[in-house]
Protein backbone atom coordinates (compact mmCIF):
# COMPACT_ATOMS: atom_id res chain seq x y z
CA UNK A 1 0.00 0.00 0.00
CA UNK A 2 1.76 2.93 -1.38
CA UNK A 3 1.31 6.52 -0.44
CA UNK A 4 0.23 8.53 -3.38
CA UNK A 5 -0.54 11.96 -1.36
CA UNK A 6 -0.75 13.78 1.95
CA UNK A 7 -1.92 16.94 2.70
CA UNK A 8 -2.61 19.40 5.90
CA UNK A 9 -6.38 21.00 6.67
CA UNK A 10 -6.14 24.14 8.78
CA UNK A 11 -9.45 24.37 9.91
CA UNK A 12 -10.96 26.37 13.00
CA UNK A 13 -14.52 25.68 13.78
CA UNK A 14 -14.49 27.82 17.34
CA UNK A 15 -10.67 26.86 17.97
CA UNK A 16 -7.80 25.91 15.67
CA UNK A 17 -7.09 22.13 14.30
CA UNK A 18 -4.66 21.07 11.65
CA UNK A 19 -5.06 18.02 10.05
CA UNK A 20 -3.03 15.89 8.31
CA UNK A 21 -4.40 13.58 5.71
CA UNK A 22 -3.00 10.84 3.83
CA UNK A 23 -4.09 9.02 0.59
CA UNK A 24 -3.00 5.84 -0.69
CA UNK A 25 -3.09 4.04 -4.01
CA UNK A 26 -5.46 1.41 -2.65
CA UNK A 27 -8.17 4.37 -2.40
CA UNK A 28 -7.71 4.18 1.39
CA UNK A 29 -7.17 7.29 3.52
CA UNK A 30 -5.82 7.86 7.01
CA UNK A 31 -6.33 11.11 8.91
CA UNK A 32 -3.82 12.20 11.78
CA UNK A 33 -3.67 15.19 14.43
CA UNK A 34 -1.44 17.59 14.31
CA UNK A 35 -2.66 20.30 16.53
CA UNK A 36 -0.05 22.39 18.79
CA UNK A 37 -2.26 24.98 20.28
CA UNK A 38 -1.33 28.33 19.43
CA UNK A 39 1.72 27.50 16.97
CA UNK A 40 -0.22 25.70 14.89
CA UNK A 41 1.03 27.24 11.59
CA UNK A 42 4.17 26.10 12.43
CA UNK A 43 3.03 22.17 12.19
CA UNK A 44 1.81 22.72 9.45
CA UNK A 45 4.62 24.52 7.71
CA UNK A 46 6.99 21.54 9.44
CA UNK A 47 4.62 18.73 7.49
CA UNK A 48 3.81 20.78 4.25
CA UNK A 49 7.23 22.01 3.32
CA UNK A 50 9.59 19.34 5.11
CA UNK A 51 7.33 16.27 5.93
CA UNK A 52 5.08 15.92 2.79
CA UNK A 53 7.67 15.80 0.54
CA UNK A 54 9.03 12.63 1.82
CA UNK A 55 6.07 10.38 2.33
CA UNK A 56 4.85 10.02 -1.40
CA UNK A 57 5.81 6.82 -2.53
CA UNK A 58 6.78 5.02 0.75
CA UNK A 59 4.65 1.86 1.89
CA UNK A 60 2.16 3.16 4.48
CA UNK A 61 2.54 -0.53 5.96
CA UNK A 62 5.95 0.35 7.21
CA UNK A 63 4.74 2.65 10.28
CA UNK A 64 7.78 1.53 12.33
CA UNK A 65 10.57 2.59 9.84
CA UNK A 66 8.67 6.14 9.00
CA UNK A 67 8.54 6.73 12.42
CA UNK A 68 12.25 6.43 12.53
CA UNK A 69 12.83 7.64 9.31
CA UNK A 70 11.00 11.42 10.48
CA UNK A 71 12.62 11.24 13.90
CA UNK A 72 16.55 10.08 13.36
CA UNK A 73 16.46 11.30 9.67
CA UNK A 74 15.85 15.21 10.49
CA UNK A 75 18.81 15.31 12.48
CA UNK A 76 17.03 18.07 14.73
CA UNK A 77 14.97 15.88 17.30
CA UNK A 78 12.24 15.94 20.01
CA UNK A 79 10.37 19.68 20.47
CA UNK A 80 6.96 19.81 20.42
CA UNK A 81 6.43 21.14 16.84
CA UNK A 82 8.29 18.09 15.32
CA UNK A 83 6.53 15.67 17.49
CA UNK A 84 3.53 16.68 16.60
CA UNK A 85 4.13 16.58 12.90
CA UNK A 86 5.89 13.03 13.21
CA UNK A 87 2.20 12.07 15.24
CA UNK A 88 -0.04 13.67 12.92
CA UNK A 89 1.98 10.93 10.30
CA UNK A 90 2.17 8.39 12.70
CA UNK A 91 -1.43 8.41 13.24
CA UNK A 92 -2.86 8.50 9.97
CA UNK A 93 -0.20 5.27 9.46
CA UNK A 94 -1.98 3.44 12.08
CA UNK A 95 -5.45 4.76 10.93
CA UNK A 96 -4.57 3.34 7.19
CA UNK A 97 -3.25 0.06 8.52
CA UNK A 98 -6.61 -0.78 10.80
CA UNK A 99 -8.68 0.04 7.72
CA UNK A 100 -6.50 -2.34 5.21
CA UNK A 101 -6.93 -4.87 7.85
CA UNK A 102 -10.89 -4.28 8.48
CA UNK A 103 -10.97 -3.68 12.11
CA UNK A 104 -10.61 -1.06 15.10
CA UNK A 105 -7.10 0.21 15.87
CA UNK A 106 -7.88 -0.97 19.16
CA UNK A 107 -7.60 -4.59 17.99
CA UNK A 108 -4.38 -4.10 15.71
CA UNK A 109 -2.72 -2.67 19.17
CA UNK A 110 -3.54 -6.23 20.78
CA UNK A 111 -6.95 -5.67 21.67
CA UNK A 112 -9.06 -4.73 24.77
CA UNK A 113 -8.09 -4.81 27.77
CA UNK A 114 -11.09 -3.47 29.22
CA UNK A 115 -14.84 -3.17 28.45
CA UNK A 116 -15.02 0.96 28.27
CA UNK A 117 -12.41 3.80 29.25
CA UNK A 118 -13.36 5.52 32.37
CA UNK A 119 -12.94 9.80 31.98
CA UNK A 120 -13.11 12.80 33.94
CA UNK A 121 -14.70 15.87 33.31
CA UNK A 122 -14.21 19.46 34.37
CA UNK A 123 -16.23 21.38 36.73
CA UNK A 124 -15.68 25.03 36.91
CA UNK A 125 -17.28 27.53 38.97
CA UNK A 126 -16.71 31.55 39.58
CA UNK A 127 -16.20 30.24 43.19
CA UNK A 128 -16.51 27.87 45.80
CA UNK A 129 -20.43 27.65 45.81
CA UNK A 130 -20.41 27.52 41.83
CA UNK A 131 -18.01 24.94 41.52
CA UNK A 132 -19.93 22.46 43.91
CA UNK A 133 -23.02 22.87 41.94
CA UNK A 134 -21.00 21.96 39.14
CA UNK A 135 -19.02 19.10 40.38
CA UNK A 136 -22.93 18.37 41.80
CA UNK A 137 -24.51 18.62 38.18
CA UNK A 138 -21.32 16.43 36.44
CA UNK A 139 -22.24 13.56 38.96
CA UNK A 140 -25.78 13.16 37.60
CA UNK A 141 -24.42 13.01 33.68
CA UNK A 142 -22.63 10.05 35.41
CA UNK A 143 -19.14 10.67 35.92
CA UNK A 144 -17.47 9.12 38.46
CA UNK A 145 -14.81 11.17 38.36
CA UNK A 146 -14.42 15.03 38.00
CA UNK A 147 -11.90 17.73 37.92
CA UNK A 148 -12.36 20.74 39.83
CA UNK A 149 -10.97 24.23 39.51
CA UNK A 150 -12.81 27.58 41.00
CA UNK A 151 -11.70 31.17 40.56
CA UNK A 152 -9.76 32.59 43.52
CA UNK A 153 -10.92 35.56 45.66
CA UNK A 154 -9.13 38.76 44.51
CA UNK A 155 -8.01 37.52 41.35
CA UNK A 156 -10.16 38.40 38.08
CA UNK A 157 -9.02 35.51 36.08
CA UNK A 158 -7.50 32.02 36.70
CA UNK A 159 -6.43 28.94 34.55
CA UNK A 160 -9.11 26.48 33.77
CA UNK A 161 -12.13 29.00 34.84
CA UNK A 162 -14.52 30.30 32.43
CA UNK A 163 -17.94 32.64 33.66
CA UNK A 164 -20.85 31.13 30.56
CA UNK A 165 -22.80 34.61 31.86
CA UNK A 166 -19.82 36.85 29.67
CA UNK A 167 -19.62 34.56 26.77
CA UNK A 168 -16.24 33.11 27.74
CA UNK A 169 -14.49 29.82 25.95
CA UNK A 170 -12.21 27.37 27.55
CA UNK A 171 -9.22 28.28 27.98
CA UNK A 172 -9.65 30.71 25.16
CA UNK A 173 -11.43 32.15 22.20
CA UNK A 174 -10.08 31.15 18.53
CA UNK A 175 -10.02 34.94 17.94
CA UNK A 176 -7.53 36.11 20.29
CA UNK A 177 -5.83 38.65 18.48
CA UNK A 178 -3.13 38.64 21.11
CA UNK A 179 -2.15 36.62 24.02
CA UNK A 180 -4.09 38.56 27.13
CA UNK A 181 -2.66 38.82 30.84
CA UNK A 182 -3.55 37.87 33.46
CA UNK A 183 -2.62 38.67 37.49
CA UNK A 184 -1.53 35.30 39.43
CA UNK A 185 -1.32 35.06 43.19
CA UNK A 186 0.81 31.91 44.68
CA UNK A 187 -0.57 33.22 48.22
CA UNK A 188 -4.37 33.56 47.27
CA UNK A 189 -4.28 29.94 46.10
CA UNK A 190 -2.61 28.51 48.06
CA UNK A 191 -5.18 29.63 50.71
CA UNK A 192 -8.16 29.24 48.51
CA UNK A 193 -7.53 25.38 47.07
CA UNK A 194 -8.21 23.40 50.26
CA UNK A 195 -11.58 25.40 51.22
CA UNK A 196 -12.49 24.47 48.11
CA UNK A 197 -11.59 20.58 48.40
CA UNK A 198 -13.28 21.08 51.69
CA UNK A 199 -16.73 22.35 50.13
CA UNK A 200 -16.35 19.60 47.18
CA UNK A 201 -15.73 16.61 49.04
CA UNK A 202 -18.66 17.11 51.96
CA UNK A 203 -20.99 17.88 48.88
CA UNK A 204 -20.18 14.94 47.03
CA UNK A 205 -19.30 12.29 49.77
CA UNK A 206 -16.22 9.80 49.07
CA UNK A 207 -17.60 7.93 45.93
CA UNK A 208 -16.80 10.46 43.34
CA UNK A 209 -12.91 10.85 42.72
CA UNK A 210 -11.71 14.07 42.76
CA UNK A 211 -9.09 16.14 40.40
CA UNK A 212 -7.31 19.19 40.45
CA UNK A 213 -4.69 21.05 38.12
CA UNK A 214 -2.18 23.17 38.91
CA UNK A 215 -0.82 23.83 36.03
CA UNK A 216 2.77 24.28 36.49
CA UNK A 217 2.52 27.59 38.90
CA UNK A 218 4.18 26.32 41.73
CA UNK A 219 7.55 25.93 43.21
CA UNK A 220 8.76 23.19 44.28
CA UNK A 221 8.08 23.70 48.31
CA UNK A 222 4.71 25.19 47.87
CA UNK A 223 3.69 21.87 45.14
CA UNK A 224 4.53 19.99 48.28
CA UNK A 225 2.19 22.08 50.87
CA UNK A 226 -0.40 21.88 48.69
CA UNK A 227 -0.14 18.28 48.04
CA UNK A 228 0.13 17.82 51.97
CA UNK A 229 -3.02 20.16 52.66
CA UNK A 230 -4.71 18.34 50.06
CA UNK A 231 -4.43 14.67 51.43
CA UNK A 232 -7.80 14.73 53.61
CA UNK A 233 -9.89 15.17 51.03
CA UNK A 234 -8.18 11.95 49.21
CA UNK A 235 -7.66 13.46 45.45
CA UNK A 236 -7.43 11.12 42.62
CA UNK A 237 -4.35 13.17 41.38
CA UNK A 238 -2.82 16.60 41.67
CA UNK A 239 -1.72 17.53 38.24
CA UNK A 240 0.87 19.59 37.47
CA UNK A 241 1.83 20.97 40.68
CA UNK A 242 5.13 22.16 39.51
CA UNK A 243 7.09 22.72 36.63
CA UNK A 244 8.39 19.30 35.11
CA UNK A 245 12.07 20.37 33.63
CA UNK A 246 13.99 19.42 37.00
CA UNK A 247 12.88 15.76 38.03
CA UNK A 248 14.46 16.46 41.43
CA UNK A 249 11.77 18.87 42.07
CA UNK A 250 9.04 15.96 42.51
CA UNK A 251 11.30 14.24 44.78
CA UNK A 252 11.23 17.05 47.13
CA UNK A 253 7.21 16.70 46.41
CA UNK A 254 7.25 13.14 47.06
CA UNK A 255 8.66 13.44 50.33
CA UNK A 256 6.50 15.57 51.77
CA UNK A 257 3.10 13.92 50.88
CA UNK A 258 1.85 10.92 49.73
CA UNK A 259 -1.27 12.94 47.10
CA UNK A 260 -0.80 10.96 43.59
CA UNK A 261 0.61 13.20 41.56
CA UNK A 262 0.16 13.26 37.29
CA UNK A 263 2.20 15.19 34.96
CA UNK A 264 3.33 14.82 31.25
CA UNK A 265 0.70 16.59 28.66
CA UNK A 266 3.88 19.06 27.74
CA UNK A 267 5.86 16.07 27.44
CA UNK A 268 6.85 15.18 23.55
CA UNK A 269 8.97 12.06 24.25
CA UNK A 270 9.95 9.39 26.78
CA UNK A 271 13.33 11.36 27.43
CA UNK A 272 10.88 13.79 29.07
CA UNK A 273 9.74 11.68 31.90
CA UNK A 274 12.09 8.46 31.77
CA UNK A 275 13.64 10.25 35.15
CA UNK A 276 10.17 10.72 36.50
CA UNK A 277 9.21 6.90 36.10
CA UNK A 278 12.17 5.42 36.58
CA UNK A 279 12.51 6.99 40.08
CA UNK A 280 8.76 6.45 40.79
CA UNK A 281 7.82 10.38 41.64
CA UNK A 282 4.85 10.30 40.01
CA UNK A 283 1.72 8.09 39.67
CA UNK A 284 0.24 9.18 36.46
CA UNK A 285 1.48 9.96 32.89
CA UNK A 286 -0.23 12.21 31.01
CA UNK A 287 1.43 12.48 27.33
CA UNK A 288 -0.65 12.61 24.65
CA UNK A 289 -0.62 11.03 21.15
CA UNK A 290 -0.81 14.26 19.23
CA UNK A 291 2.30 15.89 21.06
CA UNK A 292 4.09 12.41 21.82
CA UNK A 293 5.08 11.54 18.40
CA UNK A 294 1.81 9.47 18.13
CA UNK A 295 0.88 5.92 18.97
CA UNK A 296 3.91 4.27 17.84
CA UNK A 297 5.49 6.33 21.00
CA UNK A 298 3.24 6.45 23.17
CA UNK A 299 3.15 2.79 23.64
CA UNK A 300 6.68 3.04 24.54
CA UNK A 301 6.17 5.57 27.31
CA UNK A 302 3.32 3.62 28.75
CA UNK A 303 5.52 0.04 28.31
CA UNK A 304 8.30 1.97 30.51
CA UNK A 305 5.70 3.51 33.04
CA UNK A 306 3.89 -0.45 33.05
CA UNK A 307 7.55 -2.01 34.56
CA UNK A 308 7.32 0.89 37.48
CA UNK A 309 3.45 1.11 38.12
CA UNK A 310 3.10 4.26 36.67
CA UNK A 311 -0.81 4.55 34.91
CA UNK A 312 -1.24 6.63 32.22
CA UNK A 313 -3.77 9.57 32.18
CA UNK A 314 -4.15 11.45 28.49
CA UNK A 315 -4.49 14.97 27.93
CA UNK A 316 -7.44 15.55 26.32
CA UNK A 317 -8.42 18.90 26.42
CA UNK A 318 -10.71 20.47 23.63
CA UNK A 319 -7.47 22.30 21.94
CA UNK A 320 -6.78 18.59 20.67
CA UNK A 321 -9.29 17.70 17.89
CA UNK A 322 -11.27 14.75 17.76
CA UNK A 323 -8.58 12.99 15.75
CA UNK A 324 -6.66 13.15 18.82
CA UNK A 325 -9.74 11.74 20.65
CA UNK A 326 -9.90 9.08 18.56
CA UNK A 327 -6.89 7.76 18.44
CA UNK A 328 -6.12 7.91 22.26
CA UNK A 329 -9.68 6.04 23.03
CA UNK A 330 -8.30 2.98 21.01
CA UNK A 331 -5.02 3.67 23.35
CA UNK A 332 -7.01 3.89 26.54
CA UNK A 333 -8.98 0.65 25.88
CA UNK A 334 -5.75 -1.31 24.88
CA UNK A 335 -3.19 -0.37 27.33
CA UNK A 336 -2.56 -2.12 30.23
CA UNK A 337 -1.36 0.01 32.64
CA UNK A 338 -4.50 2.33 31.85
CA UNK A 339 -5.06 5.11 34.19
CA UNK A 340 -7.92 7.01 33.10
CA UNK A 341 -8.77 9.88 30.32
CA UNK A 342 -9.41 13.29 30.42
CA UNK A 343 -12.74 14.52 28.29
CA UNK A 344 -13.94 17.96 27.13
CA UNK A 345 -16.66 17.76 25.03
CA UNK A 346 -15.61 19.45 21.50
CA UNK A 347 -18.31 22.00 20.25
CA UNK A 348 -21.12 21.07 18.17
CA UNK A 349 -19.55 22.84 15.43
CA UNK A 350 -16.34 20.65 15.42
CA UNK A 351 -18.49 17.47 15.85
CA UNK A 352 -20.03 18.08 12.41
CA UNK A 353 -16.41 18.84 11.37
CA UNK A 354 -14.80 15.82 12.38
CA UNK A 355 -17.43 13.07 12.09
CA UNK A 356 -16.52 9.81 14.78
CA UNK A 357 -17.58 6.31 15.94
CA UNK A 358 -16.36 7.43 19.67
CA UNK A 359 -19.49 7.91 22.40
CA UNK A 360 -19.74 8.63 25.91
CA UNK A 361 -21.85 6.90 28.41
CA UNK A 362 -22.46 7.76 31.89
CA UNK A 363 -18.50 8.53 32.92
CA UNK A 364 -17.09 6.28 30.24
CA UNK A 365 -16.46 6.27 26.79
CA UNK A 366 -15.93 3.31 23.94
CA UNK A 367 -13.53 4.26 20.55
CA UNK A 368 -16.70 2.01 18.79
CA UNK A 369 -15.22 -0.29 16.30
CA UNK A 370 -15.37 0.95 12.47
CA UNK A 371 -12.30 0.22 10.66
CA UNK A 372 -9.55 2.45 11.82
CA UNK A 373 -9.67 5.15 14.88
CA UNK A 374 -12.92 6.21 13.93
CA UNK A 375 -12.78 9.78 13.06
CA UNK A 376 -13.01 11.90 9.49
CA UNK A 377 -13.18 14.82 8.49
CA UNK A 378 -16.21 16.81 6.15
CA UNK A 379 -13.25 18.82 4.10
CA UNK A 380 -16.15 21.01 2.62
CA UNK A 381 -17.55 21.82 5.98
CA UNK A 382 -13.91 22.33 7.26
CA UNK A 383 -13.06 24.72 4.21
CA UNK A 384 -16.18 26.77 6.17
CA UNK A 385 -13.81 27.63 9.12
CA UNK A 386 -10.34 29.38 8.13
CA UNK A 387 -7.88 29.63 10.68
CA UNK A 388 -7.75 32.19 13.41
CA UNK A 389 -4.98 33.49 14.81
CA UNK A 390 -5.22 32.63 18.76
CA UNK A 391 -2.84 32.38 21.63
CA UNK A 392 -3.03 30.70 24.96
CA UNK A 393 -2.96 33.72 27.98
CA UNK A 394 0.05 34.55 29.92
CA UNK A 395 0.31 35.18 33.31
CA UNK A 396 1.97 38.03 36.33
CA UNK A 397 2.60 37.87 39.76
CA UNK A 398 0.03 40.44 40.81
CA UNK A 399 2.35 42.27 43.01
CA UNK A 400 5.44 43.50 40.71
CA UNK A 401 4.46 41.73 37.03
CA UNK A 402 7.01 39.47 36.74
CA UNK A 403 5.98 37.06 34.31
CA UNK A 404 4.76 33.67 35.43
CA UNK A 405 4.08 30.44 34.70
CA UNK A 406 0.29 30.19 33.19
Not at 7 to 30: A, H, Y
Not at 264 to 293: P, S
Not at 357 to 384: N, Q, S, T, W
Amino acid sequence: MKITAARVIVCSPGRNFVTLKIETDQGLTGLGDATLNGRELAVASYLTDHVVPCLIGRDAHRIEDTWHYLYRGAYWRRGPVTMSAIAAVDTALWDLKAKAAGMPLYQLLGGASRERVLVYCHANGRDIEHTVDEVLRHRELGYEAIRAQSGVPGLDKVYGVVDPDKGDQPYEPADADLPSEHAWSTEKYLRHAPRLFDAVRRAVGDDVHLLHDAHHRLTPIEAARLARDLEPFRLFWLEDATPAENPDAFRLLRQHSTTPIAVGEVFNTLWDCKGLIEQQLVDYIRATVVHAGGITHLRRIADLAAIHQVRTGCHGATDLSPVCMGAALHFDLWVPNFGIQEHMPHTAETDAVFPHAYRFERGYMHPGDVPGHGVEIDEALAAKYPYRRAYLPVNRQQHDGTLWHW
